[in-house]
């Protein structure tokens, strides 16, 4: 199961803070600033995985990450996942929202807050993998979208 | 654009614009005011707004400040109608998860009004914040719909997925919610659906359904088998959108392959045969060139491999594909790929538990030694560490101890403890030789002193102190590594103690002489804590009794300000008090106050399981191996024996051995490396007498006579019957004895028809080297007549004192002419030690408390020894009683073990002693204890003892 999904910058500044467990706010943001401590100071080219942080339940759960110019995607799993499949998957979120954001950067990550929680959300349900197939996902999303631009027209 | 709106809201706010955390914080407040007082405010605020502020809550609260309102708006939002206000509503309620129960209330009526539906887009929202919040009110609303959802005919495909995650996220929170029923068959049969994404939803269900309910789930086992062959055995073309990089569904693979781990393998030949066909497929396809150069194609092919190698490690029973797994993980180990590396290390550790592949994993020992050098990445190291503590075994252990110490010089801090306790559990568990044994913990402590916890340094003290072969070599190597000038205050405190107990093992080397020892161990005083200066002067007063020429020094010290008058009430307490102890008590209170420290009581459990486990028949080199196995074991498994934890709160404070009596071991504790000490023994012994029974000596007198009887140890438990017997003469005694004195009658017959003249029997005690300046035994008698007629008896009556325990049995010389030749024979009296026993009976209670009372090295002696004799009970009871001791009933927890104890009386005292043999009939073998308050009682009574069974 994944127990968070957390994506910051270089900075450590949280863009994108899913947890699939229940943590109350105050520990929530000290497992951001703790994991974002322990990948900050691995070089790159090195193993994607790492034992997670005191908080998130140390060594029996797994930290895997990818780092992507100025952003790092960490997923939060515990042994019951494939650590490879993980780290695809984390490409496949991140190939998804380049798709839908036309060369996705960070920025995106801010402005479209609600928009990628929701691609979020086609890719991972309550922890589980839901989805894998891109076209699928983005499929989903496209949906989304006509339906929004419907209500926008109904408004109009 | 409405939607650049919302984006232009988070710009306004977005940290970019703020130059300090302080001016991020008063824009966020003002912005949190705003919003709030929009919603309180008068105006209805129109769908539109509400979904601005509630995404600008989102990412306040994104950016680490509380919201604590903006619930109720978003409540209204996901109640809404529309889609997009649905939608956002969700997520808040997902992200800002709120225990409210009125806000749960709405909340789960307006879950079930989308879920009612019909509308698959809010049927899939209303699922996704079931599974998101997953709380037990949320299971109590739908646990019952939700299955129904999944299996009906006609969901939808997305809303089955859906579904399928939904109900594992209740089941996980509240498995009593979930009931097991109609529906199961029907989600087993979701492994055959033709949606590949709900497969995989519905795989990952079933597993963690049949981790709790195996029987229920066991047809999934042949349905994923043939689920996976299909994936396997397919093109890579074949399943379009689910082929990740050319390789066809690694996800779902990976989750079938997970899934078949939570059972046995398949009983079904026919089912067995196919999946063990997919997983040889899998080990195949790692050999075929990469079918592209992206990274993303070898993650998926090797995660759905490295999961085919768990699954053939989890069935552990094809050695084949063990073997293959084996070497597919020693050729990751060597990949360039850090992940692979740190994966191939990972799964070897788990197969270097299987008999079948331990041997396999052995062989790459060099690579992995050399990753722990070479890695660049602490993760990896970190694997290739608990790699070479999984594959350590005895053959290997001395590598491996030695490279992971050299590694540890340089490993990072946040693993060194793990390591230190890794590197001192394999050097416990295989140490052979103690003495590397401690150079490894002094090792350890050199390296890390700051990482080796009280439980390591505890536990190498406890081991010098139940082993003594090792103590003079400990005394040594710590009073060679307290030399350095700066060494680690863990390294003063098992200096200290253990120079304290056995300093005098060394005192005689000038070098190391009392006063040097002393004032190497007073040069670090000053530089320790309270607890260490505690013990160091605890080590003092011991220093005190062993060496009477340092007092004075060490009362001086004592004396001083700076400890008489200590800040620290227990370093004052411990001066004042042993400042006086060294003044008003006797040599002889000393010695006793201070005596060395009895060894650790041992866990009796650990052992007894070794012994189950041993099997076959006894050979030399099993002997080597019992007791090497049982010294392991006696000084504890991997963890710290918690008998000696808990009864000794610390050795510092325990040092004198004057704290709470430890608690009553379930067990007398078994000696620990006494086997050796008796081997020495036991040779000298027989060394030094050479009247020992059967030897030639014994009939020196009689050189062309062929010997009749060898006299001697079948008297050991018997006091009566034929001592000696020739063609010439019979030697027949009759004994007893009571407390320190005995009367023995020797009846001798002249075989013959010619009279015996000048017949001059002489008994004479024979004593060890010390007989000159003192007499063991008294030996008074009559002279007998000295003509014995052909065909007569004569009788003499020899009258015995035991002064002191002695080993050297008197010696009967006879003289007489027979014919015209002058004869002359000598044979051993069988008057023992153990003759002067009196038996006590005593309870089990009493026993083990002596048995406690009686645990320093010299007072026990132990011997292993293999079975003479057929291992009878009855006889082996009847042995004992004829020894002379009490043959205790229902006190050894093992009912197969004897225990007996008794006193051994002599004029000069009385010695109390314990005894304990413990059979193995597998091994043919008997462990003999003695325990007695004085060392050559034991030592003696120890050889007699042995020689019986």
Same mark, same amino acid.
Request: hydrophobic share 40%.
């Given at each position: 199961?994944?127990?968070?999904?957390?994506?910051?910058?270089?900075?450590?500044?949280?863009?994108?803070?899913? +947890?699939?467990?229940?943590?109350?706010?105050?520990?929530?943001?000290?497992?951001?600033?703790?994991? +974002? !401590?322990?990948?900050?100071?691995?070089?790159?080219?090195?193993?994607? +995985?790492?034992?997670?942080?005191?908080?998130?339940?140390?060594?029996?759960?797994?930290?895997?990450?990818? !780092?992507?110019?100025?952003?790092?995607?960490?997923?939060?799993?515990?042994?019951?996942?494939?650590?490879?499949?993980?780290?695809?998957?984390?490409?496949?979120?991140?190939?998804?929202?380049?798709?839908?954001?036309?060369?996705?950067?960070?920025?995106?990550?801010? +402005? !479209?807050?609600?928009?990628?929680?929701?691609?979020?959300?086609?890719?991972?349900?309550?922890?589980?993998?839901?989805?894998?197939?891109?076209?699928?996902?983005?499929?989903?999303?496209?949906?989304?979208?006509?339906?929004?631009?419907?209500?926008?027209?109904?408004?109009? | 654009?409405?939607?650049?709106?919302?984006?232009?809201?988070?710009?306004?706010?977005?940290?970019?614009?703020?130059?300090?955390?302080?001016?991020?914080?008063?824009?966020?407040?003002?912005?949190?005011?705003?919003?709030?007082?929009?919603?309180?405010?008068?105006?209805?605020?129109?769908?539109?707004?509400?979904?601005?502020?509630?995404?600008?809550? $989102?990412? &306040?609260?994104?950016?680490?400040?509380?919201?604590?309102?903006?619930?109720?708006?978003?409540?209204?939002?996901?109640?809404?109608?529309?889609?997009?206000?649905?939608?956002?509503?969700?997520?808040?309620?997902?992200?800002?998860?709120?225990?409210?129960?009125? /806000?749960?209330?709405?909340?789960?009526?307006?879950?079930?009004?989308?879920?009612?539906?019909?509308?698959?887009?809010?049927?899939?929202?209303?699922?996704?914040?079931?599974?998101?919040?997953?709380?037990?009110?949320?299971?109590?609303?739908?646990?019952?719909?939700?299955?129904?959802?999944?299996?009906? %005919?006609?969901?939808?495909?997305?809303?089955?997925?859906?579904?399928?995650?939904?109900?594992?996220?209740?089941?996980?929170?509240?498995?009593?919610?979930?009931?097991?029923?109609?529906?199961?068959?029907?989600?087993?049969?979701?492994?055959?659906? #033709?949606?590949? %994404?709900? *497969?995989?939803?519905?795989?990952?269900?079933?597993?963690?359904?049949?981790?709790?309910?195996?029987?229920?789930?066991?047809?999934?086992?042949?349905?994923?088998?043939?689920?996976?062959?299909?994936?396997?055995?397919?093109?890579?073309?074949?399943?379009?959108?689910?082929?990740?990089?050319?390789?066809?569904?690694?996800?779902?693979?990976?989750?079938?392959?997970?899934?078949?781990?939570?059972?046995?393998?398949?009983?079904?030949?026919?089912?067995?045969?196919?999946?063990?066909?997919?997983?040889?497929?899998?080990?195949?396809?790692?050999?075929?060139?990469?079918?592209?150069?992206?990274?993303?194609?070898?993650?998926?092919?090797?995660?759905?491999?490295?999961?085919?190698?768990?699954?053939?490690?989890?069935?552990?029973?094809?050695?084949?594909?063990?073997?293959?797994?084996?070497?597919?993980?020693?050729?990751?180990?060597?990949?360039?790929?850090?992940?692979?590396?740190?994966?191939?290390?990972?799964?070897?550790?788990?197969?270097?538990?299987?008999?079948?592949?331990?041997?396999?994993?052995?062989?790459?020992?060099?690579?992995?030694?050399?990753?722990?050098?070479?890695?660049?990445?602490?993760?990896?190291?970190?694997?290739?560490?608990?790699? @070479?503590?999984?594959?350590?075994?005895?053959?290997?252990?001395?590598?491996?101890?030695?490279?992971?110490?050299?590694?540890?010089?340089?490993?990072?801090?946040?693993?060194?403890?793990?390591?230190?306790?890794?590197?001192?559990?394999?050097?416990?568990?295989?140490?052979?030789?103690?003495?590397?044994?401690?150079?490894?913990?002094?090792?350890?402590?050199?390296?890390?002193?700051?990482?080796?916890?009280?439980?390591?340094?505890?536990?190498?003290?406890?081991?010098?102190?139940?082993?003594?072969?090792? #103590?003079?070599?400990?005394?040594?190597?710590?009073?060679?590594?307290?030399?350095?000038?700066?060494?680690?205050?863990?390294? *003063?405190?098992?200096? %200290?103690?253990?120079?304290?107990?056995?300093?005098? @093992?060394?005192?005689?080397?000038?070098?190391?002489?009392?006063?040097?020892?002393?004032?190497?161990?007073?040069?670090?005083?000053?530089?320790?804590?309270?607890?260490?200066?505690?013990?160091?002067?605890?080590?003092?007063?011991?220093?005190?009794?062993?060496?009477?020429?340092?007092?004075?020094? &060490?009362?001086?010290? $004592?004396? =001083?300000?700076?400890?008489?008058?200590?800040?620290?009430?227990?370093?004052?307490?411990?001066?004042?008090?042993?400042?006086?102890?060294?003044?008003?008590?006797?040599?002889?209170?000393?010695?006793?106050?201070?005596?060395?420290?009895?060894?650790?009581?041992?866990?009796?459990?650990?052992?007894?399981?070794?012994?189950?486990?041993?099997? =076959?028949?006894?050979?030399?080199?099993?002997?080597?191996?019992?007791?090497?196995?049982?010294?392991?074991?006696?000084?504890?498994?991997?963890?710290?024996?918690?008998?000696?934890?808990?009864?000794?709160?610390?050795?510092?404070?325990?040092?004198?051995?004057?704290?709470?009596?430890?608690?009553?071991?379930?067990?007398?504790?078994?000696?620990?490396? %006494?086997?050796?000490?008796?081997?020495?023994?036991?040779?000298?012994?027989?060394?030094?007498?050479?009247?020992?029974?059967?030897?030639?000596?014994?009939?020196?007198?009689?050189?062309?006579?062929?010997?009749?009887?060898?006299?001697?140890?079948?008297?050991?438990?018997?006091?009566?019957?034929?001592?000696?017997?020739?063609?010439?003469?019979?030697?027949?005694?009759?004994?007893?004895?009571?407390?320190?004195?005995?009367?023995?009658?020797?009846?001798?017959?002249?075989?013959?028809?010619?009279?015996?003249?000048?017949?001059?029997?002489?008994?004479?005690?024979?004593?060890?080297?010390?007989?000159?300046?003192?007499?063991?035994?008294?030996?008074?008698?009559?002279?007998?007549?000295?003509?014995?007629?052909?065909?007569?008896?004569? #009788?003499?009556?020899?009258?015995?004192?035991?002064?002191?325990?002695?080993?050297?049995?008197?010696?009967?010389?006879?003289?007489?002419?027979?014919?015209?030749?002058?004869?002359?024979?000598?044979?051993?009296?069988?008057?023992?030690?153990?003759?002067?026993?009196?038996?006590?009976?005593?309870?089990?209670?009493?026993?083990?408390?002596?048995?406690?009372?009686?645990?320093?090295?010299? #007072?026990?002696?132990?011997?292993?020894?293999?079975?003479?004799?057929?291992?009878?009970?009855?006889?082996?009871?009847?042995?004992?009683?004829?020894?002379?001791?009490?043959?205790?009933?229902?006190?050894?927890?093992?009912?197969?073990?004897?225990?007996?104890?008794?006193?051994?009386?002599?004029?000069?005292?009385?010695?109390?002693?314990?005894?304990?043999?413990?059979?193995?009939?597998?091994?043919?073998?008997?462990? /003999?204890?003695?325990?007695?308050?004085?060392?050559?009682?034991?030592?003696?009574?120890?050889?007699?003892?042995?020689?019986?069974?």
């Amino acid at each position: 199961m994944i127990q968070a999904i957390l994506v910051f910058n270089n900075h450590g500044k949280p863009r994108l803070v899913r +947890f699939y467990q229940h943590f109350p706010e105050e520990i929530q943001q000290q497992i951001v600033r703790e994991t +974002f !401590h322990l990948v900050l100071k691995r070089d790159d080219n090195i193993c994607n +995985f790492l034992e997670g942080g005191s908080l998130i339940g140390g060594s029996d759960y797994k930290l895997i990450y990818r !780092h992507y110019a100025t952003l790092y995607f960490v997923f939060c799993v515990d042994s019951s996942e494939s650590e490879l499949g993980i780290l695809d998957l984390i490409q496949v979120f991140v190939e998804t929202l380049d798709k839908c954001f036309e060369n996705v950067c960070e920025l995106d990550l801010i +402005f !479209h807050m609600d928009k990628v929680h929701y691609i979020l959300q086609e890719v991972v349900m309550g922890g589980m993998v839901l989805e894998t197939n891109m076209n699928e996902i983005v499929a989903q999303i496209e949906a989304q979208n006509r339906l929004e631009k419907s209500e926008v027209r109904q408004v109009l | 654009n409405k939607n650049s709106c919302v984006e232009a809201g988070i710009r306004g706010i977005c940290v970019g614009r703020c130059k300090s955390k302080e001016a991020e914080i008063k824009r966020i407040n003002k912005e949190l005011a705003n919003i709030r007082s929009k919603f309180k405010g008068d105006k209805a605020l129109d769908g539109y707004s509400k979904k601005k502020y509630v995404c600008k809550l $989102l990412f &306040i609260f994104l950016l680490g400040h509380d919201i604590d309102f903006g619930h109720m708006e978003a409540v209204n939002l996901l109640s809404s109608n529309r889609y997009t206000e649905k939608q956002i509503g969700y997520l808040f309620i997902s992200v800002l998860v709120n225990s409210n129960s009125e /806000l749960i209330r709405l909340i789960n009526n307006a879950i079930k009004n989308d879920l009612a539906s019909r509308n698959p887009t809010f049927m899939g929202l209303a699922l996704h914040c079931i599974a998101n919040v997953g709380s037990r009110e949320m299971a109590e609303a739908f646990a019952g719909e939700v299955p129904k959802i999944l299996v009906a %005919g006609d969901t939808m495909d997305s809303v089955k997925q859906s579904a399928a995650l939904c109900l594992l996220r209740l089941y996980r929170t509240s498995p009593d919610l979930v009931p097991m029923g109609d529906w199961t068959s029907r989600v087993v049969h979701l492994l055959n659906d #033709q949606h590949l %994404g709900v *497969v995989t939803a519905a795989t990952s269900l079933i597993t963690t359904l049949a981790q709790k309910n195996p029987e229920e789930f066991k047809t999934s086992v042949s349905l994923a088998v043939s689920r996976l062959s299909r994936i396997v055995t397919s093109a890579s073309t074949d399943l379009q959108d689910y082929t990740y990089y050319f390789v066809p569904a690694p996800w779902l693979s990976v989750k079938l392959l997970r899934l078949l781990q939570c059972y046995p393998p398949p009983e079904d030949p026919a089912v067995r045969g196919r999946l063990t066909e997919c997983l040889e497929t899998i080990l195949n396809k790692a050999q075929e060139p990469p079918k592209s150069k992206k990274v993303q194609h070898s993650n998926a092919k090797n995660a759905v491999l490295f999961e085919a190698i768990s699954l053939i490690i989890h069935h552990d029973s094809e050695p084949n594909l063990l073997v293959r797994a084996c070497n597919q993980l020693g050729q990751f180990l060597q990949h360039r790929e850090t992940n692979l590396r740190y994966l191939a290390l990972e799964s070897m550790c788990t197969l270097a538990s299987s008999e079948f592949s331990h041997e396999a994993v052995k062989t790459h020992i060099d690579t992995v030694i050399n990753a722990l050098k070479t890695e660049r990445d602490v993760s990896v190291r970190q694997r290739a560490v608990d790699l @070479l503590y999984a594959m350590c075994d005895r053959s290997n252990a001395q590598q491996i101890v030695a490279e992971m110490l050299s590694y540890l010089e340089t490993a990072d801090y946040s693993i060194r403890e793990e390591i230190v306790l890794k590197v001192a559990i394999l050097a416990e568990k295989y140490a052979v030789d103690y003495a590397w044994y401690v150079d490894t913990i002094l090792n350890l402590i050199r390296i890390a002193g700051d990482y080796v916890s009280e439980e390591v340094w505890y536990r190498v003290i406890q081991i010098v102190i139940n082993r003594d072969d090792v #103590q003079g070599y400990a005394a040594k190597t710590v009073f060679e590594a307290l030399q350095a000038p700066a060494c680690h205050e863990n390294l *003063v405190k098992v200096g %200290g103690y253990i120079l304290g107990e056995f300093g005098n @093992l060394i005192a005689g080397d000038p070098r190391s002489s009392p006063l040097v020892q002393f004032n190497l161990l007073h040069s670090k005083f000053h530089l320790c804590s309270v607890p260490t200066r505690a013990l160091l002067l605890s080590t003092y007063i011991k220093f005190v009794n062993l060496f009477p020429e340092v007092k004075p020094t &060490i009362q001086d010290v $004592l004396r =001083g300000d700076s400890q008489l008058r200590n800040a620290d009430v227990e370093l004052q307490q411990r001066a004042v008090e042993y400042l006086r102890l060294s003044t008003v008590a006797s040599t002889d209170i000393l010695a006793t106050v201070l005596e060395e420290m009895p060894p650790f009581p041992e866990r009796e459990s650990s052992i007894l399981a070794k012994l189950k486990k041993k099997k =076959g028949p006894s050979t030399v080199t099993d002997l080597e191996d019992t007791k090497r196995e049982r010294s392991v074991d006696v000084n504890g498994g991997p963890e710290p024996a918690p008998a000696s934890a808990s009864s000794t709160p610390s050795p510092s404070a325990d040092l004198l051995g004057l704290g709470a009596a430890p608690a009553a071991p379930t067990g007398p504790p078994p000696s620990s490396g %006494g086997g050796l000490l008796v081997d020495v023994f036991s040779d000298s012994a027989s060394a030094a007498a050479p009247l020992a029974p059967g030897s030639e000596d014994n009939f020196r007198a009689f050189p062309k006579h062929p010997r009749i009887s060898a006299g001697g140890s079948e008297f050991v438990c018997k006091n009566n019957g034929v001592l000696f017997e020739n063609q010439l003469l019979q030697i027949g005694l009759k004994s007893e004895f009571r407390q320190n004195l005995g009367r023995m009658f020797i009846f001798y017959g002249n075989k013959t028809s010619t009279q015996f003249l000048n017949f001059t029997p002489t008994p004479v005690p024979r004593c060890g080297l010390d007989s000159l300046t003192r007499t063991h035994l008294n030996l008074q008698t009559k002279p007998v007549d000295p003509t014995v007629d052909g065909g007569a008896q004569v #009788q003499q009556v020899v009258n015995i004192e035991c002064v002191s325990d002695f080993t050297e049995a008197p010696v009967l010389n006879i003289q007489f002419r027979y014919g015209g030749t002058f004869q002359n024979v000598s044979v051993q009296l069988p008057i023992t030690l153990n003759k002067f026993f009196q038996p006590t009976e005593m309870s089990s209670q009493d026993f083990f408390q002596r048995w406690k009372q009686l645990s320093n090295p010299q #007072q026990e002696v132990q011997n292993i020894f293999k079975a003479k004799h057929p291992m009878d009970t009855e006889i082996t009871k009847a042995k004992i009683i004829g020894f002379g001791s009490a043959l205790l009933e229902e006190v050894d927890p093992n009912p197969a073990n004897f225990v007996g104890a008794g006193i051994i009386h002599t004029k000069t005292s009385q010695t109390g002693c314990l005894l304990r043999l413990e059979p193995n009939l597998q091994a043919q073998m008997y462990r /003999l204890t003695l325990r007695t308050s004085k060392e050559t009682v034991s030592q003696r009574l120890c050889e007699l003892l042995s020689q019986q069974f």
